[in-house]
């Protein structure tokens, strides 16, 4: 086997591994960067983020607004330290992607324009268009390609961290290409693999969302924290869960239910606002699982018009006109021309809450680590508590600027005299990474599908972990995830080729999914409480006296993980009500 | 609750593995459909339920990610947003995208582009560089305007299988390359050209292009990569009547990065 010895692995090129790589490359140009991928940086699922990225820049808006709306966002979950450390170093990112050639909308003058968007007291969303995060991820990648410390390892397919004498000190991959195995070795290690979405079968997020780095991570022994809180986002287009970015409502659209009723206001939102002038955290600028949540109630309640695609409600956006629909949500009308053949200026589009984003992941701190030395973690995978138990929207696209370049330079203080590397260990870890992906090839007998085995994962989830849940559903899940990781070990590889084997990385894939899937309902039959995005019709209270702390779930092999808590962090604000309804006091 | 209305979907896919074929053959997979669904749910639909040894990339489904980008029926398309309705009752036929090497099935290597994306220094380029605690550049509607489409461009590598000149002649920087040189000149903030003329306005660059326009018809981010290189022909042009021409005269790419770094005080 091949061994690449570096100073920094960096595992994942989306927005937040980018932004690690720049800012490892710019702080210390003798630093030699490994940045692995499994796709090419530009196919990361960053590009799919549309309506934008908060950071505070206009005079009417203060830090202290946007620390009440991301700690009363995400229900008193979040770690206040973190919020604090988060909402300064956010216009310093976005004025750097700024000076990088990031195209924002502009107002007049020349200044950066922001939006309006959910949860948000204030408009402080910078956005490119409807297609932020596209145009993040490109400017970031196309800024990499000037230092030639970064050295790229496009398309391979990361597997197993190399952790010996306590410390991360690598990572085994495949190079897709030619199927030939490589380890890395370095002094520190930097995960930024993205998010889980895929483990349910409606989800806004792209086939790549399968929770490699985080399930990496937990297999090493660093815990996944808070992983029940799962965020659906309201406005998915029903056929093929694509996003309909929030600044649809953002920007003036409505939600109505089949009756022609803004629903919202029936469920805390209201009262009405005036059609097409939306005010700043009510209504339809509710926060997403609020959103969500009563779209499920409408739903119940029969409220909702019937498709082919099951029960949705209606997004209006005619009112805006096609001059600004075409201005500021281009992607929005031409996705749901193309996927739906509905023309959003001259009709309502279906929509239902799709799955979005996960705020647990690997748990780190808010300097970016993970509690194995050596060990970071940026972006959707890693769980710095920003969130909490509801995510804002447009606060994960700055979150993986800040935390991407905070690991970037906690990997760099962590480098600082450290003893020298045990190479022969590392080589046997590596070699049971050998011996892994040769049993996959070699196992005869099985009975099990792959693709038959990845449905019951999705539907299990959607059926027993989605916008509402019970202790018997929970039940009944955490027993059939658990059933299904032991059927995982008999499934049979029809590809046995080694070139560019996706029946290999769909196998892969399929045991992180399966890995993070757990730990999501483990957690979430544990908390029996409701908070944020995580909602039990048994337990409907929130309860700070037993949860206001973070699930830490911990990988025991093939058995159930087991779980315990972490105090939430509380600087300043404490745990209060979470209020929506505008002026309406 | 209405149905969907199903229909027969037949597609030829080429299929290649370097470890086994000496060369590529078809392949013939018969299903039935949604009408609603994209050439890439087909192709899911045989990896789950048919042959799990067909290789193809994709990510998104919503036609911005660039991964899923093949030959159907032989013209440079996303599968992803490639709609099996629109090709009922016919032969759907598959293939890796033109003008790249086969890595296998429908995958082909990219390398020759990242290269050619790299080489046009596609980031902005400034002589001198302001503290962020200045705040933003200042940049104006309008002149966001001037280069907005550029930056659209999604890496999905159509253009380059529709080319006809980078099919003949590989050494081409070739449309989405060039383009993205054309985005960073154009912009602003940006001091960059004079470098990037360089690569540009040679004959591997810009002056390989014949003009054929194929890159625009395919490109489904809507970029016109076609009009980015005639500006480019345009303003290389200017360049050389002004360095060779006039007495004393330097090269527009100093003068128009001097004005815009002048614009944006």
């Known amino acids: 086997m091949d061994t690449i010895s570096t100073d920094v692995v960096i595992i994942g090129a989306g927005g937040a591994g980018l932004r690690a790589a720049i800012a490892l490359a710019e702080t210390d140009p003798t630093l030699r960067i490994a940045l692995i991928s499994k796709v090419y940086p530009m196919r990361s699922h960053t590009c799919a983020a549309e309506g934008g990225a908060a950071g505070v820049i206009k005079s009417d808006d203060s830090f202290d607004l946007h620390f009440d709306d991301t700690v009363g966002g995400g229900d008193w979950l979040s770690d206040q330290d973190c919020v604090e450390y988060f909402i300064h170093e956010a216009p310093k990112e976005l004025l750097q992607l700024e000076h990088w050639g990031c195209p924002w909308n502009r107002e007049a003058d020349g200044s950066v324009a922001v939006r309006p968007f959910g949860g948000m007291k204030k408009k402080r969303t910078w956005f490119a268009a409807d297609k932020s995060g596209f145009h993040i991820l490109h400017t970031l990648f196309q800024t990499s390609l000037q230092f030639p410390s970064i050295i790229r390892y496009d398309e391979y397919y990361a597997l197993d961290l190399l952790v010996d004498d306590g410390r991360c000190q690598g990572v085994t991959a495949l190079e897709m290409r030619s199927g030939e195995l490589r380890q890395f070795h370095a002094k520190s290690v930097i995960i930024a693999g993205g998010g889980a979405g895929r483990m349910f079968p409606f989800s806004t997020n792209g086939a790549i969302k399968t929770g490699d780095g985080m399930a990496m991570a937990y297999r090493a022994g660093a815990p996944l924290k808070d992983m029940e809180f799962v965020q659906y986002h309201p406005t998915g287009l029903p056929n093929t869960g694509s996003l309909l970015t929030e600044a649809c409502r953002g920007e003036g659209g409505i939600l109505v239910n089949k009756n022609g009723r803004r629903f919202l206001q029936d469920y805390g939102m209201g009262p009405e606002t005036p059609v097409g002038k939306p005010q700043l955290k009510t209504m339809e600028l509710g926060p997403r699982d609020r959103v969500s949540q009563s779209i499920w109630h409408e739903i119940q309640k029969g409220n909702a018009v019937s498709t082919p695609w099951g029960e949705c409600v209606l997004l209006d956006m005619r009112h805006l006109g096609e001059k600004y629909i075409d201005e500021r949500l281009p992607l929005v009308r031409e996705l749901c021309a193309s996927y739906l053949q509905v023309d959003i200026v001259k009709d309502p589009v279906p929509i239902r809450p799709v799955v979005h984003y996960m705020m647990g992941g690997i748990s780190t701190n808010t300097k970016a680590a993970t509690p194995i030395p050596g060990l970071f973690a940026a972006g959707e995978c890693a769980c710095v508590s920003l969130n909490g138990a509801n995510r804002l929207g447009s606060n994960s696209l700055v979150e993986l600027l800040v935390f991407g370049r905070r690991a970037a330079l906690s990997a760099i203080e962590h480098m600082q005299g450290l003893p020298a590397a045990n190479t022969a260990a590392l080589n046997a870890r590596a070699e049971q990474t050998q011996v892994r992906i040769r049993e996959l090839f070699s196992r005869t007998g099985g009975t099990e599908s792959m693709s038959g085995l990845r449905k019951e994962m999705m539907d299990t989830m959607e059926k027993n972990a989605g916008i509402y849940r019970t202790e018997e559903g929970l039940q009944e899940g955490v027993s059939k995830i658990h059933e299904l990781r032991q059927r995982y070990g008999k499934v049979i590889l029809t590809d046995k080729s080694n070139v560019f084997n996706t029946d290999l990385f769909q196998m892969l894939e399929l045991g992180s999914m399966l890995d993070c899937a757990e730990a999501v309902i483990v957690g979430a039959l544990a908390r029996k409480e409701s908070r944020g995005a995580h909602q039990r019709l048994d337990y409907v209270d929130r309860d700070d006296k037993k949860f206001l702390c973070h699930t830490m779930v911990h990988y025991q092999g093939l058995d159930v993980p087991r779980v315990d808590y972490l105090d939430v962090v509380i600087t300043k604000s404490p745990p209060g009500v979470r209020d929506y309804s505008g002026d309406h006091k | ?265």
């Open chain 2, 1 to 265: 609750m209405t149905q969907l209305k199903q229909i027969r979907v037949q597609l030829e896919v080429l299929r290649y593995n370097p470890d086994t074929d000496t060369e590529a053959h078809f392949q013939h997979y018969d299903l039935t459909c949604p009408e609603e669904w994209v050439v890439l749910d087909a192709l899911n639909k045989v990896k789950a339920d048919i042959d799990p040894t067909l290789n193809f990339r994709w990510s998104c489904h919503m036609a911005v990610c660039g991964s899923c980008g093949m030959m159907i029926n032989g013209e440079p398309k996303l599968s992803c947003h490639s709609f099996v309705r629109d090709y009922e009752g016919t032969v759907i036929r598959v293939e890796p995208l033109a003008h790249f090497p086969i890595e296998r099935d429908l995958v082909t290597a990219p390398d020759d582009f990242m290269e050619k994306l790299k080489r046009v220094k596609p980031y902005i380029i400034r002589k001198d560089k302001k503290p962020i605690s200045e705040g933003e550049y200042k940049q104006t509607p309008a002149q966001l305007m001037k280069f907005r489409q550029y930056s659209m461009c999604i890496n999905c590598m159509l253009c380059y299988a529709a080319c006809p000149e980078y099919g003949l002649t590989p050494d081409f920087i070739g449309p989405a390359a060039l383009t993205m040189a054309h985005r960073y000149n154009q912009d602003s903030r940006d001091c960059g050209r004079a470098e990037r003329q360089e690569v540009v306005a040679t004959h591997e660059g810009v002056w390989e292009c014949t003009f054929v326009g194929a890159c625009s018809e395919v490109c489904p981010a809507h970029v016109d990569p076609a009009s980015a290189l005639q500006q480019m022909k345009i303003t290389s042009s200017i360049d050389w009547i002004v360095e060779h021409l006039i007495p004393g005269g330097k090269s527009a790419g100093d003068t128009v990065s001097r004005e815009k770094a002048g614009d944006i005080k």
